[in-house]
């Protein structure tokens, strides 16, 4: 169906459709829509061209950015004792909302997963071990997705840092298995850093 659009409008929806939970038939809509719409055209032209150049990765957290230290990392009110591992920015904010978490984060950006050729050097834990002990760190919290590939991250990094002399916990398991941070009620995610594990004291 998409070859009988014309040239422009055919790769407008192919490109679209490579964007993750965008299949061809909302692509092919969000195209049409967007057609009857130059001003918006144009605003989300500049906005999507402009946004590998002004969004950067914090070089403390690794969370986004606009400047070299996101906001969170420049907040001195925090507390620098703690010190929560997320997987994305996703789950970074979706912590940030429950309003109950003080401290500062680490984003990995991804999470293990062999087939995907993401293995431990993808995740940047030698900054996090940096970031660890220039901070004086005191608790690690892995808030990692309890799915299987959050779990075998989670493994993973407390291995590495089992001979550090900090606390380690992980989200209480009020979170259903399998189901990823970004998904979970605030309630829900409240109780679970709240309630959190204990893994290794220090």
């Keep these: 169906m998409v070859n009988s659009y014309p040239d422009s409008l055919r790769k407008l929806i192919l490109a679209f459709s490579k964007l993750p939970g965008i299949g061809e038939k909302t692509a092919t809509r969000l195209s049409l829509y967007l057609l009857s719409k130059p001003d918006l055209c144009e605003v989300l032209g ?14 403390y957290c690794r969370n986004f950015s606009e400047e070299d230290i996101c906001k969170i990392c420049k907040d001195n009110q925090r507390n620098e004792e703690l010190l929560c591992i997320v997987e994305n920015p996703v789950n970074l904010a979706k912590i940030e909302e429950t309003g109950i978490f003080n401290g500062y984060y680490f984003v990995l950006h991804y999470l293990l997963s062999p087939k995907d050729g993401i293995g431990p050097k993808e995740l940047g834990l030698e900054h996090l071990i940096w970031l660890i002990t220039s901070r004086k760190v005191k ?8 799915t299987l590939n959050g779990e075998a991250t989670a493994a993973y990094i407390y291995k590495v840092l089992q001979d550090y002399p900090v606390k380690i916990t992980k989200l209480a398991c009020g979170i259903p298995m399998g189901m990823e941070v970004q998904f979970v009620d605030p309630l829900t995610l409240k109780k679970a850093i709240t309630s959190r594990e204990v893994l290794k004291d220090r």
């Design 46 to 59: 500049d906005l999507i061209k402009d946004l590998p150049f002004k969004v950067k990765i914090c070089k």
């Design 139 to 146: 608790e690690v919290i892995i808030a990692l997705s309890p």
